[in-house]
């Protein structure tokens, strides 16, 4: 539905990813797995932490945080992408795609914090580790967390308000699969500079600063675990890190891409593909990666199940038998 003139609109239309019946069948089956993965596995990361009073610590508190976020997240945003890959009405109304919109923008940049605040965790924790208990008190932890929530909130309304006061004439068509801030600029009959350096400046302040902190806090982190005597303490110090290097590499990057680049120098179709990485790749892959080389919790997980089945394990870890 094309408008010529400064015409309410009142719904959207998201073009998805493909109109081929084929590959809407393909991206459903994706989309669905890949929401599953990321339910069961930030669930039950949560499900483990809180149940063993061994990893209630502050590490532990903000992962729980940032697989709240996650589901929360994936959410507000794949269940849509899989009705609208199948349905022929892929409209979304006004509201609802304001929601959207300040739904994920929320929880965008409360990740973007959060993972400078798990940074700093772990620099406490290494570089101060006979201080750490005092340094990261409860109350802090509870701070910087709500912080975080709070921060991201108050900046994903003030953006959602100045994107929906824009004049939508040129069309209500969509190319995108959900509703994000960028695919509008072009939509907008209305000057969109003043709204382009709003997001610039936001993304500065939160993602920027947020991913400085992390690369200072990084260096100082890897030049203390350089001087450690100990080549145990040395290969444990950066197999923590590395989980969460890797979580802010896919995280910031994509980011980095879609929000930090000019209006005019953006592509629909890559923009979808990167979109993809932080909303629904990104999320499932959390777990998955603190998990599979955290010692802490995998050694909860094979508590908790040898507890329900019984079993015997071996050095490795590995089922050999089972209880009378």
């Known amino acids: ?56 610590t502050p590490m532990y508190f903000f992962l729980c945080n940032l697989s709240f976020i996650d589901i929360c997240f994936s959410t507000s945003i794949v269940p849509k992408i899989m009705y609208n890959t199948l349905s022929k009405d892929t409209s979304i109304s006004l509201e609802g795609c304001a929601l959207q919109m300040y739904v994920s923008l929320s929880l965008g940049s409360t990740e973007c914090i959060l993972l400078a605040v798990m940074a700093y965790d772990r620099f406490v924790a290494i570089c101060n580790p006979l201080h750490y208990n005092t340094i990261m008190s409860k109350t802090l932890c509870i701070s910087l967390a709500a912080g975080s929530w709070v921060i991201s909130f108050i900046n994903a309304a003030i953006h959602v308000v100045f994107t929906f006061q824009l004049s939508y004439c040129k069309s209500n068509i969509v ?130 199940l040898s507890s329900k089945c019984m079993c015997k394990y071996d050095t490795k870890g590995i089922i050999i038998g089972f209880y009378n």
């Open 1 to 56: 539905m094309e408008h010529t003139n400064n015409t309410y609109v009142i719904s959207f239309i998201l073009l998805g990813l493909s109109n081929d019946p084929y590959f809407q069948v393909i991206f459903f089956l994706i989309f669905l797995l890949m929401y599953i993965i990321t339910l069961s596995g930030n669930m039950l990361l949560i499900i483990l932490v809180t149940t063993d009073t061994q990893l209630h």
């Open 175 to 304: 190319n995108h699969f959900f509703c994000e801030m960028p695919p509008f600029f072009h939509l907008s009959c209305s000057d969109t500079w003043f709204l382009e350096v709003i997001t610039y400046i936001s993304a500065g302040i939160i993602a920027m600063c947020a991913f400085f902190l992390i690369v200072i806090t990084y260096i100082y982190i890897i030049s203390a675990i350089l001087m450690m005597q100990s080549t145990h303490n040395r290969y444990k110090a950066f197999s923590t890190c590395s989980s969460h290097l890797t979580v802010v590499s896919i995280f910031y990057g994509t980011i980095m891409f879609m929000y930090l680049r000019p209006h005019s120098s953006t592509f629909p179709e890559s923009d979808k593909v990167v979109s993809i990485f932080y909303t629904t790749v990104t999320p499932m892959l959390n777990p998955i990666i603190y998990s599979m080389r955290n010692n802490d919790v995998k050694r909860t997980l094979k508590n908790k």
